[in-house]
């Protein structure tokens, strides 16, 4: 079920992301070898979902869904992917651990 632009509490999207339990959150958002997401904080104290694309490199995750958020958020953290402070450092890191990129062979 979609919860897409529905006001719901911290307390019932929770609730509802139960159903992603066991489901790989990554592969579900269209994760690859060319297109992998991590996380950057954010001013609420949480984290926002982007993604490295060897195309454009970073992109942001637009979710209009709270439920299905809230699922991958705990899914990538659960899993040890990449967490940053900021962008900045994301692209840093990018950098110095060489994630490919198409203009890199430009």
Do not use: C
């Not at 529905?6 to 999207?13: A, P």
């Amino acid at each position: 079920m979609s919860y897409a632009f529905k006001d719901l509490s911290r307390k019932k999207v929770k609730k509802y992301a139960v159903q992603y339990d066991g489901v790989d959150m990554a592969t579900l958002m269209g994760a690859d070898e060319k297109n992998f997401p991590f996380l950057v904080s954010n001013q609420n104290g949480g984290y926002s979902i982007y993604w490295w694309t060897t195309h454009s490199g970073i992109m942001t995750q637009i979710e209009e869904d709270s439920v299905r958020e809230f699922a991958t958020i705990k899914y990538l953290l659960d899993n040890a992917y990449p967490r940053f402070e900021s962008i900045q450092d994301a692209e840093e890191y990018a950098r110095s651990h060489e994630w490919p990129s198409k203009n890199s062979d430009q």
